[in-house]
C-alpha cells in the first residue's frame, strides 16, 4: 500500500476545487495541477492533504536581507530606500535559465532556517528603517498566503508592500494576491508563445493579462522586467513588439528593464548577454514610445537614470544602486520643468545606497 505524505504544519490554502474524479485541483496559478491526497503542485510547496490544498511553507523563508529597492528592480518607487527582502522556496515555472535556481528549484524544505509569522517581518521591517517589505528570490505567487497576510500586516504599521514575481497566476488569486500589493515588478520573460513553452513550460497570454489588470485595474504600481538571452529573444523584432504591446496596452509611463542574463542553471551554453544588446533593446523601446527604460545587471548610468519625457533632463541619476541626483519636487514633477513623472515618490529620496544587509528573524 502507497505510503501518503503528511505536511506538518501545514497553512490551509485558498482557490482550489473539488472535482469529480475525487482529485483536487488548484487554481492559483495557470497550471491546475490536480493532486490526490499526498502529492504537490509542480511548485512543490502547495500540496493536497485531505480534501483541500495547503500551503506547507508558511512562516517559513530562505532567509531575510535589507536590499536597495532599485535591486527589485524599481525605479519609480520610493528611490533610495530599504527594503526588507525574502522568499520561500519552489517556483510554478520550470525557466532553464533561471538565475535564482537554489532557492526556487530547491525541493529541501530544511533549507528553510529563518521562521517568522507576517507580524514579526513587518515589525522587523520597521525597526530596520526599512520603508516596504519585497516578496522575491522566488515566486510568491505560490506562497501566496503568507505573502498576503504580511501584506495586510506591513500596513498596520505603515509600510508598503513589493512582489517581485513572473506574474503566472489564475484570475480569482491574481485579485486576492495582488490586493494588497503597492508595488511590483513583473517579470515578463520573452513576447513570444514559443518561448515560454520551450524554456519555461508555461504561457505568456496569463501574464499578458496579469499585466493589464495590475494596470488598469488596481492601483498596484507595476514595473516590467526583460532578462535579454543571446539567440532567445533579444531579436529586434521581438523586442519592437513587446514595446509597442506595452505602449498600447499599458501606456507609455510603464517602466521598463532590460537585464543581462548570465549563464546558470540549466543553460550554461549561453554567453553572458553583451551591453550592446541591452542598448540596443533600450533604443528600441524608447522608439517605440516607452518613457522610461533601463538596462539592469550591467555598469551603463546613463542605462540606469530616469530621464523626463518632456524636457529630456536627468531626474533621478543612478550609478548602479547609489543614487548621484535627484531633481524631482514635489508630488514626482521634473525639477527643470514641471512635468510629472509616473510612480510613487516622496519628497526626498531614501540613502540606502547599495548596501546589503542580511538578517535573522527568528531560529
Wanted: hydrophobic content about 35%; charged content about 25%.
Amino acid at each position: 500500500m502507497a505510503v501518503v505524505e503528511t505536511f506538518a504544519d501545514a497553512f490551509p490554502g485558498r482557490h482550489y476545487t473539488a472535482l469529480p474524479d475525487g482529485r483536487v485541483r488548484c487554481d492559483v496559478c495557470p497550471r491546475h495541477c490536480k493532486l490526490q491526497d499526498g502529492q504537490r503542485g509542480l511548485c512543490f510547496v502547495r500540496a493536497r492533504q485531505d480534501d483541500a490544498i495547503v500551503l506547507t511553507t508558511y512562516g517559513r523563508s530562505s532567509g531575510f536581507c535589507v536590499d536597495p529597492i532599485e535591486k527589485k528592480p524599481l525605479s519609480h518607487f520610493l528611490p533610495g530606500t530599504p527594503v526588507l527582502s525574502f522568499g520561500t522556496a519552489g517556483c510554478n515555472l520550470t525557466c532553464s535559465f533561471c538565475q535564482n535556481w537554489d532557492i526556487s528549484k530547491s525541493r529541501q524544505l530544511d533549507r528553510l532556517l529563518d521562521q517568522a509569522p507576517p507580524e514579526r517581518i513587518a515589525q522587523a521591517a520597521a525597526e530596520l528603517g526599512c520603508r516596504s517589505v519585497a516578496f522575491t528570490y522566488n515566486d510568491p505567487v505560490i506562497f501566496l498566503e503568507y505573502a498576503v497576510d504580511a501584506a495586510h500586516a506591513c500596513r498596520e504599521v505603515g509600510l508598503k508592500s513589493v512582489a517581485v514575481t513572473a506574474g503566472y497566476i489564475g484570475p480569482d488569486a491574481r485579485k486576492d494576491f495582488f490586493a494588497p500589493i503597492d508595488a511590483t515588478n513583473v517579470d515578463l520573460k520573452g513576447f513570444t508563445e514559443r518561448f515560454y513553452r520551450k524554456l519555461c513550460s508555461a504561457e505568456l497570454q496569463p501574464v499578458l493579462e496579469t499585466l493589464e489588470y495590475l494596470v488598469h485595474e488596481t492601483d498596484t504600481w507595476v514595473e516590467i522586467t526583460t532578462l535579454l538571452i543571446p539567440g532567445e529573444n533579444d531579436g529586434d523584432e521581438e523586442l519592437r513588439e513587446l514595446s509597442r504591446w506595452v505602449v498600447r496596452q499599458l501606456g507609455p509611463d510603464v517602466p521598463l528593464h532590460f537585464s543581462a542574463f548570465h549563464p546558470d542553471y540549466k543553460m550554461r551554453d549561453k554567453e553572458r548577454t553583451p551591453a550592446a544588446t541591452l542598448q540596443r533593446a533600450r533604443g528600441i523601446a524608447r522608439d517605440a514610445g516607452i518613457h522610461h527604460v533601463y538596462t539592469g545587471n550591467v555598469h551603463d548610468e546613463v542605462g540606469q537614470s530616469t530621464f523626463c519625457p518632456s524636457c529630456g533632463e536627468v531626474v533621478v541619476g543612478r550609478d548602479w544602486y547609489r543614487l548621484t541626483k535627484w531633481n524631482l519636487g514635489e508630488q514626482g514633477s521634473c525639477g527643470s520643468c514641471g512635468t510629472a513623472i509616473a510612480g510613487v515618490f516622496e519628497s526626498r529620496p531614501g540613502d540606502w545606497g547599495p548596501r546589503r544587509l542580511p538578517v535573522r528573524l527568528g531560529g
